[in-house]
């Protein structure tokens, strides 16, 4: 079977470093961290007080009163991402068979801020189920997917994925197979989320997941650090366009890079918990290496899922090394979830958008927050730690995992 080749030829986000790609980029390369206290409810009651939200969002910016109506936060920040990344593209739909233009959308959880708003309303009410019509097709996963489809006309093949913290990287790693497979010439994806609520900081604060360094959130998240103490809860989106080589080059579009290999798999181990050796992470590692037909020595590059929790970030490191031996003490290491946050679904999105501008600049951003290595992670490895560097990169990797043992690796090649 003749296997179509992938580019990325447009990007677009908003998250806690940046309302568009450029504004996010630049913050990253920086070492600047999106969090702060949490403005989105009264959080004083809670062990965990601060959070990566999206600074000064005014929704009325970009969508009209009646359309607002129709969107939880998770699918307004999918459908700006979307607007600036179609934008960016410049892909002439109007020109195009939109049946084989598609959307393949991440989350991990949907619209948790409609689920919470309509329960507290029939909880503290009179005891009649009053509900908004709006309240199931606002809340539900999918939604996202169908409105950038239905905004843009998009007939090609349309979904969810749904794995947690590798629901946008699935999403991507899907997208790529439809189009290798010759369903779609190009497509939509990427991740969206906004769980910052009563209900989501709850939550996570009694698994004791997020950290609770109120007294100075901006340090907070501080991935392979000794002192880290959990994630940083962050929302926002990012999306992708995605495009079969051949369709891209006829029309001449900025190819910022291509996908040249993918992996999936599961740890089959914990609800929660990654394998404590990294045998996950490993294998899928070297998934997609295989599936790119590339050298252990090829990669140069890696931004890991790296959360600042304890589990993970000492079996991310241990698979890396595993899987890559003597070249792993060459690789060049970061995370940039230490200025970001973590944005659950949507983390992988926004990680990919990361490496592939790393790619174009041949500058990897910062893990910031470091002082010390946790002693259980191997000091050979090269860690960009608390400043930028510049790096001779042709071929870097992002991985993501996520609760349930869900894996996903996507390997990015420098652009032509």
Request: hydrophobic share 40%.
């Amino acid at each position: 079977m003749n296997i179509r080749r992938v580019v990325v030829t447009g990007m677009g986000t908003i998250n806690p470093c940046g309302h568009n790609a450029k504004e996010t980029w630049d913050n990253l390369v920086n070492g600047v961290s999106g969090a702060a206290p949490i403005t989105r409810f009264d959080a004083s009651n809670f062990k965990t007080q601060f959070a990566c939200e999206v600074k000064d969002y005014d929704a009325n910016k970009y969508f009209d009163r009646k359309e607002l109506r129709k969107h939880d936060f998770y699918s307004q920040f999918a459908m700006i991402s979307a607007d600036e990344a179609i934008a960016d593209s410049k892909l002439d739909l109007e020109n195009m068979d939109r049946d084989r233009v598609g959307v393949i959308w991440g989350a991990g959880i949907g619209g948790l801020q409609t689920f919470v708003d309509e329960i507290g309303s029939w909880a503290t009410g009179d005891g009649q189920p009053r509900f908004s019509p709006f309240f199931i097709p606002k809340m539900i996963a999918n939604i996202a997917a169908g409105h950038i489809s239905i905004k843009y006309n998009l007939r090609g093949p349309n979904f969810t994925t749904v794995s947690a913290c590798a629901s946008s990287t699935h999403a991507i790693v899907d997208a790529v197979n439809y189009i290798r497979l010759g369903y779609a010439d190009a497509m939509v994806t990427g991740g969206s989320e906004a769980a910052i609520d009563e209900a989501g900081v709850g939550g996570f604060n009694s698994m004791k997941a997020i950290s609770t360094r109120n007294d100075d959130p901006k340090a907070a998240s501080r991935p392979f650090d000794k002192d880290r103490d959990g994630f940083v809860m962050a929302e926002g989106g990012a999306a992708l366009i995605l495009e079969e080589y051949e369709h891209a080059k006829a029309r001449g579009a900025n190819i910022y890079a291509e996908i040249i290999g993918v992996g999936l798999n599961a740890d089959a181990h914990h609800m929660t918990a990654p394998h404590p050796e990294g045998e996950g992470a490993k294998k899928v590692m070297m998934m997609a290496m295989n599936d790119a037909g590339v050298k252990l020595e090829d990669v140069d590059h890696i931004n890991t899922h790296g959360t600042s929790t304890g589990l993970g970030d000492v079996a991310e490191p241990k698979a890396i090394v595993a899987t890559f031996g003597e070249h792993a003490y060459k690789l060049k290491i970061n995370s940039t979830k230490s200025m970001t946050g973590h944005l659950l679904g949507a983390a992988g999105a926004l990680e990919s958008m990361a490496t592939i501008l790393a790619l174009r600049d041949q500058v990897i951003p910062p893990t910031i927050n470091f002082n010390e290595l946790d002693p259980e992670i191997d000091p050979k490895l090269q860690f960009v730690f608390n400043k930028a560097e510049k790096a001779d990169i042709k071929i870097a990797m992002t991985n993501n995992f996520g609760f349930g043992g869900h894996n996903a690796t996507i390997l990015f090649k420098k652009a032509e």
